[in-house]
């Protein structure tokens, strides 16, 4: 499956904010963001007095990159998720942004089973979950309200699942459309996520205008 695999942390710099990419580093002080404040490459530290506002395309695009970059979505896998959105009734940017956090990657993610969704990712490519008890290893898979998100049976005996539920104390607790029970280590989907449970820095309707130009 193709996806992004180049230092992220120089994604974060380039849009002068933290996108939260690499968990638990993000709220250290090794974060990147915080050390060197200003765009990467050569002529960066120069870059940061020239940025301006800038034109209305380039606030659009970095919109669009910015959603991508978080979710770990590539471009052509987002134009369809736009086109899904589009077709869907409502508010076409809060139709995007439900597509997005129903995919399963980031459903382990919310539910506190990994430290950034690259890692849940991973987590699902390998096998590890399971939806309504079947084992599920696509990242992209949208759960719908009603399912089940478990870790697989086979799984827990590992050393990483094993400590996950002392690790979870200091983890963010699970949003409203979620609910977690770390005893039976499974997670049900609620209901359909809603704009206001993407606690994100991103405005949607820039990219419905930049797909719409």
């Known amino acids: 499956m193709a996806r992004y695999t180049g230092p992220v942390c120089k994604l974060c ?24 404040a200003y765009p990467p490459g050569q002529h960066g530290k120069d870059a940061q007095f020239r940025r301006g506002r800038g034109s209305d395309y380039s606030l659009q695009l970095r919109e669009k990159q910015k959603a991508r970059r978080v979710y770990g979505v590539l471009e052509r896998q987002f134009r369809r998720y ?7 009734p409502g508010l076409t940017g809060s139709n ?5 956090e129903s995919r399963l990657d980031n459903v382990v993610y919310r539910l506190g089973w990994a430290d950034s969704r690259a ?34 049976e086979q799984s827990r005996s590992r050393q990483y699942f094993k400590e996950l539920r002392a690790y979870m104390e200091d983890r963010p607790q699970a949003p409203e459309w979620l609910s977690v029970n770390m005893g039976a280590m499974e997670g049900t989907v609620l209901r359909v996520p809603e704009r206001r449970d ?14 719409s130009r």
Request: hydrophobic residues 40%; contains cysteine.
């Open 119 to 152: 890692h849940a990712r991973q987590i699902v490519q390998h096998g590890h979950i399971a939806v309504n008890g079947r084992r599920t290893n696509i990242p992209s898979y949208l759960v719908r309200p009603d399912d089940v998100v478990a870790i697989r």
């Open 198 to 211: 993407v606690d994100l820095p991103l405005n949607e309707q820039l990219i419905v205008e930049y797909y």
């Open 82 to 88: 736009f086109s899904e959105a589009l077709r869907r």
């Open 13 to 36: 710099r380039r849009d002068g904010e933290k996108l939260f990419l690499k968990g638990a580093r993000c709220l250290s002080a090794k974060c990147s963001v915080e050390r060197r």
């Open 96 to 100: 995007l942004l439900t597509i997005l």
